[in-house]
């Protein structure tokens, strides 16, 4: 199937509960593989299945530490320290919010061929597992924002904005 369309805030599916996952099926296999595919195309470091219309406990993160996680029936056991920073989500394109989330935390699940498996997460990981396992519970991080949502501007790589003119140099020759 390949890039999938991403369900936008507003859409039930966002808000419903998934069901476990009690056999890989092949159907199964290639949403995780489409659920990738889908991710990297929106430029994201996560997904849950209900953002792509599928109630099942299934998520796929990638902080880019070339660890790639595809995580089914993903649950925290154990959480500490606490951080506060930035979130945004592909279904809720443009804004971000300023959220609490735990420093830490180990989650077991099973692996895409159903092996029990330990992910413990720090930082930007802690932060991506817990956003992406409070959608499979109908959770979006605009629940949980401190002070409510403000707007982003994408960054387009286009923009000489984009630059630090301390680190481009134009007549640098590759």
């Known amino acids: 199937m390949g890039i999938r369309i991403i369900r936008e805030d507003g859409d039930e599916v ?37 953002q792509v ?6 998520v796929v993160i990638d902080v ?8 089914v029936n993903p649950e925290i056991v154990e ?10 989500c592909l279904s809720l394109p443009g804004l971000q919010g300023e959220v609490a989330r735990p420093a830490h935390v180990i989650v077991k699940a099973l692996d895409r061929n159903m ?13 991506a597992l ?6 499979l519970d109908g959770v979006l991080y605009k629940d949980l924002a401190i002070d409510g949502l403000y707007k982003v501007e994408p960054v387009n790589p286009d923009d000489d904005e984009y630059y630090d003119d301390e680190d ?3 007549d640098q020759e590759d």
């Open 64 to 71: 880019m530490d070339g660890n790639p996680l595809a995580l």
């Open 14 to 50: 966002l808000r419903k509960k998934c069901k476990p996952v009690k056999e890989m099926t092949e159907r199964l296999s290639q949403l995780i593989d489409d659920m990738f595919d889908t991710m990297y195309e929106a430029n994201g470091v996560g997904l849950a299945a209900p």
């Open 79 to 88: 959480s500490d320290g606490e951080q506060i920073g930035p979130e945004g």
């Open 168 to 170: 481009y140099d134009e």
């Open 130 to 135: 817990c956003h992406e396992i409070d959608h």
């Open 53 to 58: 219309g599928v109630l099942r406990r299934i």
């Open 115 to 127: 092996n029990p498996i330990t992910v413990e997460g720090e930082e930007l990981l802690a932060r």
